[in-house]
């Protein structure tokens, strides 16, 4: 079994700042990784997914990730945010062999940009 | 191309009654998932169906809840004789295949409040 743990719970940043959300998870096994966006009162967005190949994997809205295997960590970066990059964003991981359909999730993090 | 469709948005039951939460897939989807967020938390896996059948229930709770997925008709998620801790959000996402790499797409939600 996959757990995910993002390491900040709210991320408070400055319009045009760069941004980075911490993600880490424990998995005996390959895994697909994820990243998801929920604004207020909406469901979830994919914002980009890791795969295979590349480490470095680019995703909509200007976002991108990178899986370093070593350190069991997928963090998402932004180089200059919008005021409408405020959203909740969460990580998320399946097992590549077998059940790849489940995702573990983790709790989330808050990120408000201010002007 | 509709995206996952979920219905109600906003569901407020009293404790004992019934819920029936709604959620219609992507067009050409044939998977269904069902996942609840609780406050403060991620998103945790409950059920995933395919066409009347229940592939995985693992994350269903032994009682009260239940769900289908007919030849006909939005996949319905059942929780009976709520109580104050089933309030929550629930997400419904969808797939055309059942395999984790593709990344779902998930309705906007349907946020239960159990008074």
């Known amino acids: 079994a996959q757990s995910v743990t993002q390491l900040d719970s709210q991320v408070p940043v400055f319009e045009e700042a760069p941004v980075e959300l911490r993600c880490n998870y424990s998995?005996?096994?390959?895994?697909?990784l994820f990243w998801y966006v929920q604004y207020p009162n909406q469901g979830l967005q994919l914002l980009l997914k890791y795969l295979s190949g590349s480490t470095l994997v680019k995703g909509i809205n200007g976002f991108e990730a990178e899986f370093n295997k070593s350190q069991t960590s997928f963090h998402l970066r932004k180089p200059s945010v919008h005021i409408s990059d405020t959203a909740e964003y969460f990580c998320a991981v399946s097992d590549k062999n077998s059940n790849d359909y489940k995702l573990s999730f983790g709790a989330g993090t808050t990120v408000t940009v201010r002007a | 191309n509709a995206g996952v469709m979920q219905n109600p948005r906003h569901l407020v039951r009293r404790r004992g009654q019934e819920a029936r939460l709604r959620c219609s897939p992507m067009k050409g989807h044939s998977h269904v998932y069902w996942y609840r967020q609780l406050p403060e938390e991620g998103l945790k896996f409950m059920v995933y169906?395919?066409?009347?059948?229940?592939?995985?229930e693992s994350g269903m709770p032994k009682e009260r809840f239940s769900a289908e997925f007919p030849k006909e008709g939005p996949s319905i998620l059942r929780i009976q004789q709520v109580v104050r801790g089933d309030s929550a959000a629930y997400f419904c996402a969808s797939s055309p295949r059942p395999t984790g790499d593709y990344g779902y797409t998930f309705g906007s939600g349907t946020r239960l409040t159990v008074v």
């Open positions: 169906l395919q066409k009347e059948n229940i592939i995985d």
């Open positions: 998995s005996s096994v390959s895994v697909y």
